[in-house]
């Protein structure tokens, strides 16, 4: 890259999924559709390309014929090429290395999505959760998004202020293991592990210094916070 490496003092949050042990079960996305209030459109809209959910679980056919499964998040990519094209800048990059969306800044361009290689990001066509009928709001802790903004999974950002806010308040500082994004917590094999990179002894870095780690589309240089560990074929 010719552009030099962010300074990432303190905190750095980062996800590392063992794909070995993702059984492809779903768990994960409808966590995080239930957690972020991520309306459900229904098969047509599906149909038309509009799905609204923020993580998808990709199929992919082996040699030997038998199906590997990989959940795809946002990659909260330290190069994110997302951000360089927004016109008002509306998707950002915070201190602890987070790709975040300021809804009241978007103006709905998709410029953002058109420069994403991982397709994860989701474009609000309607008003989904003040249609008549609609779903009321079940997580007051995450915002409603207007219509005609982009979406995109946050690493469950509402939990992590959370489980800072309770540190500060007991004045220590943050555990290993303390935040839990909604699809490690759902997750049934455990494939997904979420913290932060910095911290040598936290358990997404051991998963990340492990010879399994890769980086989707790493040739890129996009650089993602999301990582996976490789599966085993036996």
Known sequence: SLYPDWAQPGRAWGMAIDLDACIGCNACSLACQAENNTPVVGPAEVARGREMHWLRVDLHAEPDGRGAFQPVPCMHCEKAPCEVVCPVNATVHDNEGLNLMVYARCIGTRTCSNNCPYKVRRFNWHGYAREPGAVPVRNPEVPIRPRGVIEKCTY?????????????????????????????????????????????????????????????????????????????RR
Request: charge should be positive.
């Open 156 to 232: 469950c950002q509402h939990r992590i202020q959370s489980a800072r806010l309770a540190a500060d308040l007991e004045g220590r500082p943050l555990r290993d293991g303390e935040v839990e994004t909604a699809c490690q917590r759902a997750c049934p094999t455990r494939a997904i592990t979420f913290g932060d990179v910095n911290d040598a002894d936290s358990a997404v870095s051991r998963a990340k210094r492990g010879g399994r780690n890769y980086a989707l589309l790493g040739e890129l240089g996009t650089r993602p916070r999301t990582t996976y560990l490789a599966r085993v």
